[in-house]
């Protein structure tokens, strides 16, 4: 989605777009559009600044942590972002980021490409810890199979990585 500087005004260009799944890649391969991305807001100019505000509503399927099931997860993101042409200095002469600061950007032409601004927020929005319940068992790590739907036969014998020399040396003094 473009969107035109020079016909943004003071006041402000409401702005909608949707985009499909195919449309918008999200480069990451824990997650991937589950239905559309619906993007709503608005976009102003104030001098050579442009300012792009709004609110991005979709669904992702990412992988639960523990088992690798696939999950629905709904996302929210608000977005307030400020854009300078190269060139614009600070207001102060300041070489310390200002909290506003972060959320200023350099744009280039005569269009901006919300794109990647859309990319970037719903990756952002994408829960740090995700799991399909909170009794979630997993994998077993020898035979890779799903603990929620069946048992394995594998040796369950947990040793502490700090005692693995020990455990060999008293192995070794056994045979």
């Known amino acids: 989605m473009r969107i035109e500087i020079e016909q943004l005004t003071e006041a402000g260009t409401p702005f909608a777009h949707t985009y499909t799944p195919d449309e918008l890649a ?6 991937r559009l589950r239905a559309e991305a619906r993007v ?7 001098r050579q600044r442009a300012h792009v505000r709004g609110t991005i509503e ?9 088992c690798l099931a696939p999950l629905a997860v709904p996302v929210k993101a608000e977005f307030d ?12 002469d300041s070489a310390e980021l200002q909290a506003e600061d ?17 990319r970037e927020q719903i990756l952002l929005a994408l829960p740090t810890r995700s799991l399909c319940r909170e009794a979630c068992q ?5 035979c890779g ?5 069946q048992t394995c036969k594998c040796e ?3 040793i502490d990585p700090r005692w693995a020399g020990l455990a060999a040396l008293k192995k070794s003094s056994d045979e």
């Open 26 to 31: 999200l480069e990451d391969e824990r997650a």
């Open 40 to 46: 709503v807001g608005r976009a102003s100019r104030k």
């Open 58 to 66: 979709t669904e992702l399927e990412i992988a639960c942590d523990r």
């Open 81 to 92: 972002v400020s854009y300078d042409p190269p060139g614009v200095e600070a207001e102060t």
């Open 102 to 118: 972060l959320d200023t950007t350099v744009y280039t032409g005569e269009s901006l490409d919300l794109d990647e601004l859309v």
């Open 138 to 142: 997993g994998l077993c790590p020898t």
């Open 145 to 149: 199979v799903n603990l929620n739907t």
């Open 156 to 158: 369950q014998k947990e």
